[in-house]
């Protein structure tokens, strides 16, 4: 007996167990995942398994124990094998703690088993491994059949129905399942997990519709995309702040307005007067392309602007109750229309004191003041007599007229069209009064301004507020550092509102970063910078490529063009000289020579116009002269556009739809997001990008 004591060595498959060694499983924790019909089991992250592990073994089984995972966005409560969303509302999902897998011929991944049946699995594995005993059955739940043959090769084979009528056993019903035990042998993409610091915090506001990209994915599916293409952004260009310790991450959450337009039952309503024809294209027009008339419509308007600010105030104070610690700043972010949106509440926001005397309106001098009398002038000169009563018991001087916003004559009862006369006569005013007031040889403020409409802060608000819908807009508890907006019709909707153009001093009241980043083939999308600088034509910014350089194909375009440029000014250059050669008078042959040297003497005073003002675009194309694009983005540029893909430069009808929905996966949006973010830090990327400011 004593000589038995040191069991044999065990047969080639038992590798992993050499001398009969029993070591435990190490379990993973898995969450299941339903989309379209189709389930399938994803793994938490590393750091994520580790703390729902541990909850597990800390023997207080009787709590209902709750462990925030995936960077606080979702709490396992452990009792109830729960994984609930926190932010947004979402299916909730089954937890397991998983330790064996199967796998069918018709499955891509494997599937765990269940947590009691694993215990099963666990411990006859135990038992064949101590004793050496294999080719063990064992029973499951739904009556089929799970074979272990050795550590390396265990089988599961489904339950046959007929297998009375034919005398089978079930180890001959088809293929077998493979089976494997652990999660290290089953090739799962565990995922590495996210950093516990957040530097910033980004609400994303969606456009039309439910879906939000050609995959017909809700606006979670594609921040949460959006989120996991800036974490592979930050550690590919921010790696040196990582490694000190001086950045985390930043959170993107996303804001749905769409749910609650339609929970308000006119959806029934449209139902009742849609036409039976064409049923789908009908039901898709009601579900997306009528958010722009809802959104023009008072009543609705007023729902969507409430939805959308009450979402962002409620999301703000539920997430710095779950960070305490927190104290960086808030972005915000809008996709088509949900940009336009945000546009709206940002321009209808209440600057605090410390703003309004920063405000250019602050230092601009204004009309001396006058009394009522004056204002009564005035009103009846724009034969508006019968408000008179009005502006007296507002007790309205002409200081006071002169600061006068829309808004303020809409809420004192002047009607629209009396609205619109007061309006022009002070912008008129105003204009006579900055070309009086410049000196000689100065630029007066009208010539930079030529609509007139640079009257100081509360001018501009008005002017740049032309033409909304007529609503109640609420405040934001926060003051955003940097408003993004992806594929935006701002631009168009500013220009059919009457806004002909921005103020270069007007900036958003609480506000003061603001981008425009759009494809080039997004038919969505309008740019916002000839608005402030209509005299001056230039590009928008293109946006650098995440890899350091621009895309090959707009190199060859760009190099093909320039060369087409070379040959047709040197083809010009050529022409010119001949028919000057064949207009001059003959003269005698003797002084050919001569001629010759004159031909020669116009050939090259004839080339070198041509070949100089080649020169200027390339050095200007290298370094751009800086242009002025007003205070909207702190005195930066605004309207930056992608680089198109190759395949894409083929035909730019054939992806316009695509060009605006691309934005959720566009590495070059998100390093430009969190470039722009993490410099209000003064920290920013290891390698400084190309064509950046």
């Known amino acids: 007996m004593a000589a038995r004591e040191p069991p044999p060595p065990p047969p080639a498959p038992a590798e992993p167990d050499a001398a009969g060694r029993y070591e435990a499983v190490a379990p993973h924790w898995f969450y299941r995942k339903v989309t379209d019909t189709r389930e399938r089991w994803v793994p938490f992250s590393a750091q994520d398994s580790e703390r729902l592990e541990e909850a597990h073994g800390s023997g207080r089984d009787d709590e209902d124990l709750v462990v925030p995972t995936s960077g606080g966005r979702y709490d396992v409560h452990l009792k109830k094998r729960q994984r609930v969303a926190v932010y947004w509302d979402e299916e909730v999902s089954e937890v397991r703690r998983c330790t064996w ?118 606006i979670v599916q594609c921040v949460n995309d959006f989120r996991n293409v800036s974490l592979g952004m930050l550690q590919a ?9 001086q950045i985390g991450r930043v959170e993107f ?100 004191p ?23 002038e005035i009103l009846q000169k724009l034969e508006l007599s019968e408000y008179c009563d009005v502006f007296e018991k507002e007790r309205m001087d002409l200081q006071a007229l002169f600061l006068c916003t829309e808004r303020n004559l809409k809420e004192m009862g002047i009607p629209l069209g009396p609205r619109m006369k007061i309006l022009h006569y002070i912008s008129s005013k105003m204009e006579m009064q900055d070309q009086n007031a410049a000196a000689p040889g100065t630029v007066s403020p ?19 507020g032309l033409g909304q819908v007529s609503a109640n807009y609420p405040q934001l508890n926060y003051k955003p550092t940097i408003f993004f907006a992806f594929g935006s019709p701002i631009g168009m909707f500013l220009t059919v509102r009457g806004v002909k153009r921005i103020d270069p001093n007007y900036s958003l009241p609480t506000c003061k970063g603001f981008f425009n980043i759009f494809h080039p083939f997004d038919p969505v999308a309008y740019r916002i910078e000839p608005m402030i600088v209509p005299d001056l034509e230039f590009e928008p910014m293109l946006l650098p490529h995440h890899k350091g350089r621009k895309r090959m194909h707009l190199e060859l375009k760009e190099g093909l063009t320039r060369m087409s440029v070379d040959l047709k000014n040197n083809l010009l250059g050529s022409l010119r000289v001949a028919w000057q050669s064949f207009t001059r008078g003959p003269l005698p042959a003797v002084e050919a020579p ?31 002269p800086p242009i002025n694009v007003g205070r909207l983005n702190g005195g930066n540029r605004i309207d930056y556009v992608l680089q198109e893909k190759p395949i894409e430069s083929f035909n730019e009808y054939l992806f316009a739809l695509q060009g605006h929905l ?27 990008l190309p064509g950046s400011q």
Not at 163 to 192: F, L, M
Not at 446 to 464: A, E, H, I, L, W
């Open 446 to 464: 009208s010539q930079r301004d030529p609509d007139g409409t640079g009257d100081g802060r509360d001018c501009q608000y008005r002017d740049v």
């Open 594 to 624: 001569a001629v010759d040297a004159e031909a020669e003497s116009d050939t090259s005073t004839e080339k070198q116009p041509d070949t100089k003002p080649e020169e200027p675009p390339v050095a200007k194309e290298e370094t751009p």
């Open 237 to 245: 260009h921010f790696r040196r702040a990582q490694e000190q310790q």
């Open 253 to 352: 959450l996303p804001v749905n307005w769409h749910s609650s337009l339609h929970s308000t039952g006119v959806d029934v309503d449209l139902e009742r007067i849609t036409l039976p024809s064409i049923n789908r294209l009908r039901h898709f027009i009601n579900d997306t392309i009528l958010d722009v008339f809802f959104y023009n419509s008072s009543t609705y308007c007023q729902t969507i602007v409430d939805t959308v600010a009450s979402e962002m105030n409620r999301l703000y104070q539920l997430f710095l109750q779950r960070n305490p610690l927190f104290t960086g700043g808030v972005s915000i972010a809008g996709h088509s229309l949900g940009s336009l949106i945000l546009f709206d509440l940002l321009t209808n926001q209440k600057a605090g």
């Open 662 to 688: 691309c934005y959720w996966e566009s590495e070059d949006t998100v390093l430009l997001v969190l470039k722009e973010i993490y410099q209000t830090q003064g920290i920013t990327p290891d390698q400084p």
């Open 354 to 376: 410390e703003e309004d005397e920063r405000s250019p309106g602050g230092s601009r001098t204004t009309p001396s003041s006058g009394g009522a009398e004056e204002v009564k």
């Open 101 to 218: 897998f199967y796998k069918g011929d018709k499955d891509n991944k494997y599937i765990p088993y269940s947590e009691t049946f694993s215990e099963e699995l666990e411990e006859a594995y135990m038992v064949a491994v101590t004793l050496d005993e294999w080719k063990k059955k064992l029973e499951s739940p739904s009556r089929e059949i799970i074979i272990l043959h050795n550590p390396k090769l265990m089988v599961h084979y489904h339950p046959a129905a007929t297998s009375d009528d034919w005398g089978s056993t079930p180890t001959e019903q088809g293929r077998p399942r493979t089976v494997k035990r652990g999660v290290e042998n089953i090739a799962a993409e565990i995922p590495n997990g996210e950093p516990l610091q957040i530097d910033h915090l980004v609400f994303v506001v969606h456009g039309i519709g439910p879906a939000c990209d050609i995959r017909f994915r809700s």
